[in-house]
């Protein structure tokens, strides 16, 4: 088959770490499936949705040879019974999960009639990632390619239930089987498709976190049996007779009332060939797509007004019906898209870091863009983003910001289209602050704003968020960092778009993105015509941080969970970065007499926060200003450097950006040569007490808890020196093994005990995209911002005594505070 070899080369390479769980169809806030208890056998419990509840999905073999039944994937096992006269129910040998960033394995071995005729089966999930084409990354479907590899005939039955469009199982449900005719002159094989959804949908509303609208679309070739029904019947069925009867039960009903499935399965003929020296195996495989189509996917409180928004996809294409075709027909394209990321982010976190760091961001790739949906038109494209679990905000701020370096390694343009929403929405007047909003509404998919003002009160958090990721856009741009993936180009079997013709500034007609598109131009130009639009809130929120980020007053930063604080050291630095931030916007647009008085405040709010926010001894940052005896991790030191803050001046400011004249000369006027915004000291300090306060599975948030966020441990370690990094990265990897959480990948746990939840369940979180944090660094400032930081390398760590360093940080008669 076309698909037998793809679904071959599309396997991820080895894993070394074992999550607790694993992405398998993840795309967005409602289309993610997940294999929980991934340390076990795939059939020991159902699939689960992010939240952690189950989801009706599985997978089983049958072997006709020898009668017997082999549960894959899910517990369809629960619905055979344990002795049947026709067929035995045994399980196979799982060799084990592997992962790269778009695609997840399941490999398993099922024996013959002799250790000659053992026949491998793959289950290969695939969710592509695809930095050069927006528009594949916008359509809400994945894809599971089963390959069966040996000398045994096998059958293969998959079902999925009425979980996958509600969270509410008294929900009565719709379906039915469409079976397009092949039209004339249509040398394309032909497919079939399950269509189920809730009989009464309820427009852009959640239960539970399940979307309660919209249609899931699971596909299959038109040539394999397909049947929908009682769960327990098809399974049984399918263990009788290897196959399933190509009926449609028309019964509309509750999601587990006689629960309904909708299956298929498929016949493996690959019995008879023998050679010589025993067994010539065979290799076959079949596809299966997912997609939940929605229109609209969420409202937006635009500057028009409150706008039901369109999925991006449907710019390309008239019907969700053409999609699907699309989408199932574009496996190869997608398949080589998706390798080539994967490819890249493999060897660029391998040499970043090690084997264990490059399985750490390929577990958090999908993750993150699991929390977005595509909106816009090619030629205005937006990305909107809901904050999973922690509270179901709608375009969170200071979750973008933890999640950005993802994007600018990624593709920065996702991150323009990430922030054009929030800059949108202020630029109109709907907000009534004058700092930043924490986000665009209270819950996904409602982007309803926040009219009176009332929405988290993070001030200082989001207006420096704002800025250093403006900048940090910028500067992207201003450099063109694109990295090599982003030109991937297709292979020669990519589908024409009839849809692509009407945005040929956009894309080509395959769905690529064009380079200097529309939506996607590069150089200083398109720095400055970006950053101009918006400048009004630029200098609005640095304004902000003027008169309030040097002293913060009792606010929450985006760590709320550890509550309301004043004098906030980590915070404080967030917004004297941000208004240093606000230097180079000004200076990139062309504000002179601006730019050299935001720079002018930094450095003076820079060296009053060294005065106010280190410790008498020096050896370390203070939770807070007149918190003694404390201390914090200052992982907003971080955009210092990526930034480009930390390069002498005749390196960084100084250097002509390409299409800049050779002799740009520093904002300040001078002749470049200045010592970086952050002394090297401050580094110094920072990196030797991290290696001192270490604990078992990473490195604590501050000094009140034992409990840490990595998306922040990887800010910190990028801007260590190596031995530090090393050592934190190693602590992480050990918890992502060990750890006793069971949902999607935490950002928040204990570094101490089991390397558990804290009392508070984060899961699923698009923060994640921090732990990209090394690779963004190693691209910006043209690759310097990682060669300034050297220094960190020259003299080995200081020996420091933790307690000894707090207690002399302590005035006489303060009691003793912290846990460390």
């Not at 037998?4 to 607790?20: D, E, F, I």
């Not at 327990?232 to 290897?242: D, N, P, S, T, Y």
């Not at 025993?278 to 079949?286: P, Y």
């Not at 984060?762 to 921090?770: I, W, Y």
Request: hydrophobic letters at 40%; proline letters at 6%; charged letters at 20%.
């Amino acid at each position: 088959m076309r698909f037998a070899v793809l679904a071959l080369a599309a396997l991820a390479s080895a894993s070394t770490l074992t999550p607790s769980v694993l992405p398998l169809l993840v795309r967005n806030p409602y289309l993610s499936t997940w294999l929980g208890r991934a340390r076990e056998a795939p059939w020991e419990d159902w699939p689960i949705f992010w939240t952690g509840s189950h989801i009706g999905f599985s997978v089983m073999a049958s072997v006709p040879a020898s009668a017997t039944v082999y549960p894959l994937l899910g517990r369809p096992h629960d619905s055979l019974p344990g002795n049947h006269k026709l067929y035995n129910v045994t399980f196979p040998v799982y060799l084990g999960a592997t992962f790269d960033a778009s695609t997840t394995n399941l490999t398993y071995q099922i024996p013959g009639s002799s250790d000659d005729d053992l026949t491998r089966v793959t289950l290969s999930f695939l969710s592509p990632i695809t930095p050069s084409s927006t528009l594949r990354q916008s359509i809400p479907a994945a894809y599971l390619t089963v390959t069966v590899e040996g000398c045994l005939d096998v059958n293969i039955y998959t079902d999925l239930n009425g979980e996958w469009v509600t969270g509410n199982r008294g929900n009565v449900l719709a379906w039915e089987l469409f079976e397009p005719s092949p039209k004339k002159g249509d040398a394309r094989p032909a497919i079939k498709t399950w269509k189920l959804s809730r009989r009464e949908e309820q427009l852009l509303t959640e239960f539970n976190d399940h979307a309660e609208w919209g249609t899931l679309h699971f596909s299959a070739p038109a040539d394999i049996h397909h049947q929908c029904g009682t769960s327990a019947v098809l399974r049984q069925h399918f263990a009788e007779k290897g196959l399933l009867r190509n009926e449609v039960d028309r019964k509309y009903r509750r999601v587990m009332e006689e629960e309904p499935v909708f299956a298929y399965s498929k016949s493996f003929k690959l019995a008879g060939g023998k050679s010589g020296s025993g067994c010539s195996a065979k290799v076959d495989s079949v596809t299966f797509t997912f997609a939940l189509v929605q229109d609209p996917v969420v409202q937006f409180a635009s500057a028009r007004g409150l706008t039901l928004m369109k999925p991006f996809w449907s710019s390309y294409f008239g019907s969700a019906d053409d999609l699907i075709r699309y989408h199932y027909d574009d496996f190869e394209t997608a398949s080589s898209l998706a390798r080539n990321y994967s490819d890249a982010v493999a060897i660029d976190a391998y040499q970043s870091g090690s084997q264990d760091y490059q399985d750490i961001v390929a577990l958090s790739a999908r993750q993150v863009l699991g929390a977005t949906q595509f909106s816009g038109t090619p030629d205005d494209p937006i990305l909107f983003l809901k904050e999973i679990s922690s509270n179901g905000n709608f375009q969170t701020v200071d979750v973008i910001f933890p999640a950005f370096p993802f994007f600018l390694y990624t593709n920065p343009q996702w991150l323009a289209y990430l922030l054009e929403p929030l800059l949108e929405h202020q630029l109109s007047g709907q907000y009534p602050n004058n700092y930043s909003m924490h986000d665009l509404g209270s819950h996904f998919p409602n982007a309803t704003g926040h009219g009176d003002g009332r929405d988290e009160y993070m001030p200082v958090e989001e207006c420096g968020n704002m800025l250093i990721m403006g900048l940090a856009l910028a500067n992207a741009l201003r450099y063109d960092t694109e990295p090599a993936f982003m030109s991937a180009a297709v292979d020669g079997v990519a589908e024409h778009i009839v849809g692509a013709k009407e945005w040929a500034r956009s894309a080509d007609e395959y769905g690529m993105d064009l380079r200097g598109g529309v939506g996607a131009a590069t150089g200083p130009k398109a720095a400055e015509k970006w950053l101009s639009r918006s400048y009004k809130l630029w200098e609005q929120w640095t304004g902000y941080l003027i008169r309030e980020s040097l002293i913060p007053h009792n606010q929450l930063c985006t760590d709320d969970f550890a509550g309301w604080l004043a004098n906030q050291t980590n915070l404080a630095l967030k917004g004297i970065i941000g208004i240093r931030a606000m230097s180079e916007i000004a200076d990139i647009v062309g504000h002179d007499d601006e730019a050299k008085h935001y720079r002018k405040v930094a450095e003076r709010y820079i060296e009053k926060w060294q005065e106010y926010g280190i410790s008498r001894d020096q050896t370390h940052a203070k939770l807070a200003y007149t918190w003694y005896g404390s201390w914090t991790t200052i992982y907003n030191l971080y955009a210092e450097s990526l930034l480009c803050f930390h390069i002498p001046d005749q390196d960084a400011q100084g250097r002509a950006a390409p299409g800049d004249s050779p002799g740009q000369k520093p904002i300040d006027g001078g002749e470049g040569g200045s010592t970086p915004f952050v002394p090297d000291k401050v580094y110094k300090m920072q990196s030797d007490w991290y290696s001192a306060v270490l604990q078992q599975y990473g490195l604590p948030l501050d000094s009140r808890h034992l409990y840490t966020k990595s998306d922040w441990e990887f800010f910190a370690a990028a801007v260590t020196s190596k031995k530090t990094r090393t050592e934190i990265l190693g602590s992480i990897a050990k918890w992502v093994n060990e750890t006793s959480t069971d949902r999607p990948f935490t950002d928040l746990y204990e570094t101490e005990g089991d390397g558990g939840y804290p009392g508070i369940y984060f899961k699923a979180r698009p923060v994640v995209g921090g732990h990209f944090a090394f690779l963004a660094l190693e691209r910006a400032c043209g690759g310097k911002a990682v060669e300034a930081l050297g220094f960190l390398d020259e003299e080995p760590a200081a020996k420091i005594n933790v307690k000894q360093a707090l207690l002399a940080d302590l005035p006489e008669r303060v009691p003793w505070t912290s846990d460390l």
